[in-house]
């Protein structure tokens, strides 16, 4: 299983950004996919996730900024983000399992498969 993410850099705060995760290996209309990401010095945390029928969870009010979506056909997750603020720098990482119990949708342990990150930087 192979989960590379892109779409990270450097942008002004206010602005918008768009990572992709593409997922090889599975098929990925039967995995909850997850975006996590960890800032400098702090624990990785869930940022939003998104179930094999296209539910999704997200952190706290990332809901109003941040958007989770999936290209099943094309074994693609997306997150969109806008109004980008300095805090929200830090690395993003993809994540997927079959098996996540609800409610613990953005739980780092529930997820078996991981990709390498890649890096925001918001000033």
């Known amino acids: 299983v192979q989960l590379v993410e892109s779409g990270g850099g450097s942008v002004q705060a206010g602005g918008p950004l768009r990572l992709s995760c593409v997922f090889g290996?599975?098929?990925?209309?039967?995995?909850?996919m997850a975006w996590f990401r960890q800032a400098p010095g702090k624990e990785r945390e869930g940022v939003a996730a998104?179930?094999?029928?296209?539910?999704?969870t997200y952190a706290g009010s990332l809901k109003d900024r941040f958007a989770i979506s999936r290209d099943s056909a094309k074994n693609t997750l997306f997150l969109h983000m806008n109004s980008l603020r300095p805090e929200d720098t830090g690395m993003y990482y993809c994540a997927a399992d079959r098996g996540v119990v609800p409610n613990t949708e953005l739980w780092e342990s529930e997820y078996s498969f991981w990709g390498q990150g890649t890096q925001v930087t918001v000033s």
């Open positions: 998104i179930d094999s029928a296209g539910s999704t």
């Open positions: 290996g599975i098929v990925t209309s039967r995995y909850y």
